[in-house]
């Protein structure tokens, strides 16, 4: 038998992508290998956000291109973002590749391995399909990804996601809630709503057929079965009343939104084009706090944002302190061939990112212990996961609001317990089982 491996660079909607890849790949009757040394096929689903996602994905090829060396009869498919972005200079600059689709095309995929694999062939640019209407290879039984809307409206001056991802389109309301079934009739109790701009759902589709992010979560809550929904990115502007109303009323919505602020100065949001500035989103973060009181909050800061001088970044802080994050992801901002801000005057050096990142680091830290700590003697209601890698007189799990916790006794993988919290760190909760919810 054939075999093929997939590696998964990038997000959430890759991980989500690549299980439709290996669905793919499956159904045309490959085998999963254990690494691409071992494979026939080695697939490669690729980002582009940042430099540093293009050079460890080049590291990655650049081995693949030494197995073919040693064994021609291998083939090398490269999917994804980057690969989109590249889709003019691919096949020149990087010849060994046999076959190349961007994140709009995958089922292009199918059609090349009936064919036989053997033409070196590109398809970019055309939304074939969702990937979610694709055969899927599940990696996890009891999560599942649900792709709700596919590309990005937003012009945010330093993304390139909307130039490889393309315009946003909704998948009909139907096939969402036939596939959610499908999914928890399947095993899984907790779905992950997936989408650029998860909460500005619907807009796009025929008025016949229109329905929001706010009648989707309210919907989902009638799906027996399913203890859990989670849904990423929200857009702070699309963060409208009937939204936050939905999500507080849920049962099923967890208490944990991840809320991109990007930056706390309001010149420099303004120039990235995020629509909002920092008092709105300060003003926005409290409505959410006062419909849900528990609700853990995380976000995405860019550092270094051309023009971000000292005073601006200061208002980062500012903004981080006031709203008291559960955590961030941080980055330093990485000028994207095509985007806005790559062309703006006044980029930042690079020691001073350097030095603003190690700054805004040491607050998210504090900030995340701080509030890990605060949970010490509570119950949180974590979903298994699976045993612990270290000790296996524990088991992990996660939280409502996110959070990776570490209990005992031990409990299978899928199963709802209610976890007293006696420690923290700021990366982890750790405690013992005081009930179980559903096993
Ligand atoms: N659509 C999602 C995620 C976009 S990518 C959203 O809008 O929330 C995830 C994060 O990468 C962004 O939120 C942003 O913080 C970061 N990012 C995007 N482009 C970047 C760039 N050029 N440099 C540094 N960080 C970037
Ligand atoms: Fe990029 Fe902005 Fe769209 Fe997010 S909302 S994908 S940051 S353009
Ligand atoms: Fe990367 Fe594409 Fe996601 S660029 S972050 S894999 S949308």
């Known amino acids: 038998m054939r075999r093929y491996h997939v590696t998964t660079f990038g997000c959430q909607m890759n991980d989500h992508d690549s299980e439709r890849i290996r669905g793919l790949l499956e159904s045309s009757g490959l085998g999963e290998a254990s690494s691409p040394a071992d494979a026939d096929v080695i697939v490669f689903n690729t980002c582009t956000i940042r430099e540093k996602a293009d050079g460890r994905f080049l590291q990655h090829l650049m081995h693949a291109r030494a197995l073919k060396q040693r064994d021609p009869s291998k083939r090398i498919v490269v999917g994804g973002c980057w690969s989109e972005s590249m889709k003019d200079t691919l096949f020149e600059e990087h010849p060994f590749v046999d076959f190349a689709f961007g994140p709009g095309s995958i089922s292009r995929l199918g059609d ?32 599942g990804w649900l792709q709700i809307s596919q590309g990005c409206n937003s012009v945010c001056s330093y993304c390139i996601v909307p130039s490889v991802r393309g ?39 025929p008025v016949s057929d229109r329905r929001s992010f706010a009648e989707l979560i309210t919907r989902l809550d009638a799906i027996e079965r399913l203890a859990r929904v989670r849904y990423t990115s929200p857009h702070p502007k699309d963060m409208r009343g009937d939204v936050i109303e939905a999500l507080a009323a849920s049962r099923t919505a967890c208490a944990h939104m991840h809320l991109p602020l990007q930056s706390g100065s309001s010149t420099v949001l303004k120039r990235m084009r995020r629509t909002y500035d920092a008092a709105r989103y300060l003003a926005l973060v409290e409505r959410i706090r006062a419909a849900m009181p528990r609700i853990a909050l995380t976000t995405d800061i860019i550092v270094g944002f051309p023009g971000e001088t000292d005073a601006d970044f200061a208002d980062t802080l500012a903004v981080y302190e006031a709203v008291g994050y559960d955590h961030a992801f941080t980055f330093i901002y990485s000028p994207r061939r095509g985007t806005e801000a790559a062309t703006m005057a006044e980029q930042v050096p690079d020691d001073v990112k350097h030095a603003r990142l190690e700054a805004l680091v040491a607050v998210v830290q504090r900030h995340a212990r701080e509030r890990n700590a605060a949970l010490v003697g509570s119950h949180q209601q974590v979903l298994v996961e699976g045993p612990s890698r270290t000790d296996p007189s524990t088991a992990r799990g996660r939280s409502d609001g996110n959070k990776t916790v570490i209990f005992s006794p031990p409990r299978p993988a899928g199963s709802l317990v209610d976890v007293v919290i006696e420690s923290a760190t700021s990366q982890t909760l750790r405690g013992t089982v005081a009930a179980t919810i559903l096993a």
Do not use: K, M
Not at 120 to 130: C, L
Not at 172 to 200: F, H, K, M, Y
């Open 167 to 205: 315009r946003e389109q909704s998948r009909p309301w139907q096939v969402l809630i036939d596939e959610a079934e499908r999914l928890v009739a399947d095993g899984v109790c907790e779905l992950t709503l997936l989408g650029q701009n998860v909460n500005s759902y619907g807009r796009d589709l």
């Open 112 to 143: 090349y391995l009936q064919a036989g694999g053997t033409l070196p062939e590109g398809h970019f640019s055309t939304f074939d399909e969702f990937a979610g209407d694709l055969p899927a290879n599940r990696e996890r039984p009891h999560q």
